[in-house]
């Protein structure tokens, strides 16, 4: 087994191993729902013009939501090792459908309802904070 082959299983063991461990200390605990009740998930890649130009925003929309019960993630589609990476991340929250729909294209951010993993609303680089801001307000008011 080459290194890269042996990286990427260590990686993917990782994963694995978090995930079963978050798992593991939700059992049993009917308000882990609540706990992320909205996925905010940039479609990112290292050289997308639109994913800069969105990402100040994006960090003060995250600052203003710590107490929100929002996950922001990020799938980096940059090549072709961290889009698998992102689609197993994406398989693993139940949003795969939602990564093969939207993932080739990128500099956007979906807001996803956790439960049903519905698009409830779409972010991007020509909107600003206080549209975004808006928009995630409504999203995790549906979502509940």
């Given at each position: ?69 929002v996950l ?62 808006k928009h ?9």
């Amino acid at each position: 087994m080459n290194k890269q082959r042996r990286f990427l299983l260590s990686l993917s063991t990782v994963a694995l191993l978090s995930l079963a461990i978050f798992s593991f200390a939700h059992a049993g605990n009917a308000s882990a729902k609540s706990s992320a009740d909205v996925f905010a998930v940039k479609f990112h890649a290292d050289w997308c013009g639109s994913c800069k130009a969105i990402q100040p925003n994006l960090d003060k929309l995250a600052a203003g939501a710590s107490k929100d019960p929002v996950l922001f993630l990020t799938l980096d589609l940059t090549d072709e090792k961290t889009t698998q990476q992102a689609a197993f991340l994406a398989s693993a929250l139940g949003i795969g459908a939602v990564m093969d729909k939207y993932g080739p294209k990128t500099g956007f951010v979906l807001l996803v309802d956790s439960d049903n993993k519905q698009v409830l609303a779409k972010l991007d680089k020509k909107q600003d904070l206080s549209t975004m801001n808006k928009h995630l307000r409504d999203a995790v008011r549906r979502a509940k």
